[in-house]
C-alpha cells in the first residue's frame, strides 16, 4: 500500500529527472538497413543531401549504398592493394595484418563533381577520385587510375584514428590525430589556393572530432574551425587528462613569407572549451563529437553542440553560441604572451597577408587566454552511465511557425536520443533502437530536406525518418503529447503526421503542443483520459500466481496500480509496469485499474476484474492462458 505524500513525491522526483530518460522507446525494424559480414574498419561515410546515396568506407573498398524506402542495393568500388605491397608490407617484422590493408579513412567532395577517396594504402596513404554517379574511379586516356601519390597530408597512414576532413570552396582541410607516426596537424591539403599547416609546437597530441565552415556575409572572413581534445600536460593531483578546444583558421590566409612562416598558417588560433558546472569543479573535458547548427539567416546565430565526457562515466552537452566563439576570437589576448604588437594590429584577423610581427606572436603564443563558457554556463544536461558517441542536430520549424532545435544522439551501444532543445530545456523525446547487434554509432548524417537520418555502427548502416509520427498512437493525446516538432495531429484525418515544411490553409488542421505536455488542443480532450475497453475478466485459483501487464506509454510517468482505495507500486520492465501477485503476498478479488500520471495527465492503461475460484483448477487454467495472450498482445 503507498501513501498519498510519498507517491507525489516520486512523482516530483521523477519530473526532475526526466529530461535525462527518453519519454519514449522504439525498436524501429521495418527501415532500410544493410549489414555487413564482418566488422568494418572504418568509420566514414559521406552523404549528398537531397539524394538516396551513401557512400561508405570499408577495407580495401567503397560501398555505394543506394536506399529506397524498403530496401538498400550495395555496389562495391574496389580498392586494395596490389600483391607487391601487400608482400612488401608484410615482409616486415612489426606489421600487422591491419597495417598491411588499405583501410578508408576519407570520402570527401571536393567540387560538384568529384568525390575524393583516400585510403591508408599499407602504411604509404593514396587518394582516388570517383566522378558523379559513377562506379568507377576517374583514370586518365590511357585507362590508368588518378591517384595522388602521396595522400600524407590528408589522411594518416594507420587507421587507428578518424582523420577530421572538410571542403571550403574547392579546397580541402584535413585534420589529422597524433599517433606515435604523426604529431597531429591541421592542413589546406588539397585545391586551388596555396598548402599549408599547422605547427607542431601549437598542439598536445590532439585528437580530432569534427570541423565546419562558417560562412560570412563578407565572404573574406569566412572561417573554418576544428573541434578536438589534447592531452593535459599539468602533473597536479587533480588535473583533468584531457582538454577541449576549438581551432580557427581563416579562408582567405595565404601564409607568410620567406623569412616568416611561409607555409604555415598565419591566422590560427585556438581557444579551450569549458563544458560542466565550473563553480562545483564538475569539468566534461574529454570532446567526442561536435556539430554546427547553421543559421539560415546569419551566421552569429549559429549554434554549436558537442559531446563530453568525464572521468566518471558520464557525458554532457553542452552548446555554444556562434556570437561568443566570434567574439573570442576578434578580440583575443593571447595567453602568456606579454609584448606589444606594432599599430594594435589584432592576431587572427582575416587578411591575405598577415605582419611579421603577428605571426612571430602567433607562432609561440596561439592560444587564447579567455576560455570559452556554453550557452547559459551550463550543459543542456548530463547523461550518467550511458556515452554518446555521435551528434548532429536539426532545425525545425513547428505547427505554430516556432523554429526548434532537435539534437539527435548515438551512444556507445547502438541508439539513438531524438533530443527537443526549448527555452534552454532539453526534453529526451525518445530513444531508436534500430541495430540488431549492440555497437557504438560510429556514422551519423541528417539530410533534413528528404526527412532522413542515417545512422551506422561497424556492423549495420540503417536510414530512419526523422518524423516517425505513426509510432506516437492512434490518438491525438498520445501524438501530442510526443512533443515532437516534426509531428503533429491531423483533426481531419484523425492522425499523428509529418508536419509540413511549408504550412498551407490546408494545414491549420494539424495541431501541436510542444512547449509543455498540454492536450487540451485536442477535441474533446481532458487531463483524464479514461480506458475505453471494458476490465479483463480473470478467473483465477486464491493460491495462485497472478502477472497484470501493464502498457509503458511514456517513461515519464508515475504508474500505480489501484484496487479499492489502495495504490500499490509497479516496476518497469521489458516495456510493462505489472502487478504480481504470489505465495507471499495473496491474491485479491476486485476491480485492478493502472493508471499513468505525468505532468497533470492521468491515463487509465489497463484494467482487470479478478474473481477467486477455491474449488476448481480448470479457471486457473483458463485465466494462465488469458494472460499469456495479454501478455503478449502488449508485447506486439
Known amino acids: 500500500m503507498l501513501n498519498l505524500e510519498l507517491l507525489l513525491l516520486g512523482h516530483l522526483l521523477i519530473l526532475g529527472s526526466a529530461e535525462r530518460v527518453p519519454r519514449l522507446k522504439f525498436a524501429p525494424t521495418d527501415q532500410p538497413r544493410v549489414k555487413f559480414e564482418s566488422p568494418a574498419r572504418s568509420s566514414v561515410g559521406y552523404h549528398d543531401e537531397k539524394s538516396d546515396t551513401l557512400y561508405l568506407g570499408s577495407t580495401g573498398s567503397v560501398y555505394l549504398l543506394q536506399f529506397t524506402d524498403a530496401d538498400v542495393s550495395q555496389t562495391p568500388i574496389p580498392l586494395s592493394l596490389d600483391d607487391n605491397t601487400r608482400k612488401k608490407c608484410q615482409s616486415k617484422v612489426s606489421a600487422s595484418q591491419e597495417l598491411c590493408e588499405n583501410v578508408i579513412t576519407v570520402i570527401q567532395r571536393v567540387n560538384k563533381t568529384t568525390i575524393i577517396i583516400c585510403g591508408t594504402y599499407a602504411g604509404s596513404p593514396k587518394c582516388w577520385f570517383l566522378p558523379n554517379n559513377r562506379t568507377q574511379l576517374a583514370s586518365d586516356k590511357e585507362g590508368r587510375q588518378i591517384i595522388v601519390q602521396d595522400g600524407r597530408d590528408i589522411t594518416p597512414s594507420v587507421p587507428r584514428q578518424r582523420p577530421i576532413t572538410i571542403t571550403v570552396g574547392e579546397d580541402l582541410y584535413s585534420a589529422i590525430s597524433s599517433t606515435s607516426q604523426n604529431s597531429g596537424s591541421i592542413q589546406r591539403s588539397y585545391g586551388w589556393m596555396k598548402h599549408l599547416k599547422s605547427e607542431d609546437k601549437w598542439f598536445q597530441n590532439p585528437t580530432f572530432v569534427g570541423s565546419a565552415w562558417i560562412q560570412m556575409t563578407d565572404r573574406n572572413k569566412d572561417e573554418v574551425y576544428f573541434f578536438f581534445r589534447e592531452t593535459n600536460g599539468s602533473t597536479a593531483l587533480d588535473g583533468e587528462p584531457y582538454r577541449a578546444y576549438v581551432g580557427r583558421v581563416c579562408k582567405i590566409d595565404e601564409g607568410g613569407s620567406k623569412t ?377
Open 260 to 636: 616568416a612562416g611561409q607555409d604555415s598558417f598565419t591566422t590560427f588560433l585556438k581557444a579551450r572549451l569549458i563544458c560542466g558546472f565550473p563553480t562545483e569543479s564538475r569539468l566534461f573535458n574529454k570532446i567526442e563529437d561536435a556539430f554546427v547548427l547553421h543559421a539560415e539567416d546569419d551566421p552569429k546565430n549559429s549554434m554549436v553542440y558537442g559531446v563530453f565526457s568525464s572521468l566518471w562515466n558520464s557525458t554532457g552537452i553542452c552548446a555554444y553560441s556562434q556570437s561568443d566563439i566570434e567574439q573570442a576570437f576578434r578580440n583575443p589576448k593571447l595567453k602568456g604572451f606579454t609584448g606589444n604588437l606594432p599599430g594594435g594590429q589584432r592576431p587572427g584577423t582575416c587578411i591575405k597577408v598577415t605582419p611579421p610581427k603577428v605571426i612571430q606572436a602567433i607562432r609561440s603564443f596561439p592560444e587564447i587566454e579567455a576560455p570559452i563558457y556554453p550557452f547559459l554556463n551550463h550543459p543542456l544536461y548530463v547523461m550518467k552511465h550511458n556515452n554518446y558517441t555521435r551528434i548532429t542536430a536539426d532545425r525545425v520549424k513547428g505547427a505554430n511557425q516556432d523554429v526548434y532545435h532537435v539534437l539527435f544522439l548515438g551512444t556507445g551501444n547502438g541508439k539513438i536520443h531524438k533530443v527537443l532543445l526549448n527555452s534552454g530545456k532539453s526534453f529526451i523525446i525518445s530513444e531508436l533502437s534500430p541495430f540488431t547487434a549492440e555497437a557504438p554509432v560510429s556514422i551519423m548524417t541528417l539530410d533534413s530536406s528528404m526527412g532522413h537520418l542515417y545512422v551506422g555502427t561497424p556492423v549495420e548502416m540503417v536510414r530512419l525518418p526523422l518524423a516517425n509520427c505513426a509510432d506516437y498512437g492512434s490518438t491525438c493525446v498520445q501524438c501530442v503529447a510526443a512533443r515532437d516538432p516534426y509531428c503533429g495531429w491531423n483533426r481531419t484525418s484523425g492522425e499523428c503526421v509529418a508536419v509540413p515544411r511549408t504550412l498551407s490553409v490546408t494545414d491549420s488542421d494539424v495541431v501541436q503542443n510542444i512547449d509543455q505536455l498540454n492536450v487540451s488542443v485536442c477535441d474533446g480532450a481532458s487531463d483524464v483520459v479514461v480506458l475505453s475497453e471494458e476490465p479483463t475478466e480473470l478467473i483465477i485459483s486464491s493460491g495462485a500466481y497472478l502477472y497484470l501487464p501493464c502498457p509503458v506509454k511514456s517513461y515519464h510517468a508515475v504508474y500505480t496500480w489501484s484496487y479499492n482505495k489502495d495504490q500499490f507500486t509497479c516496476t518497469i520492465k521489458d516495456g510493462s509496469c505489472p502487478l504480481m501477485f504470489n505465495g507471499e503476498v495473496p491474491v485479491r478479488k476486485g476491480l485492478f485499474k493502472c493508471t499513468a500520471i505525468e505532468d497533470g495527465l492521468r491515463e487509465e492503461l489497463a484494467a482487470y476484474k479478478v474473481t477467486l475460484n477455491k474449488g476448481s483448477t480448470l479457471g486457473l487454467e483458463r485465466t494462465a492462458f488469458i494472460l499469456i495472450l495479454t501478455v503478449l498482445c502488449y508485447l506486439l
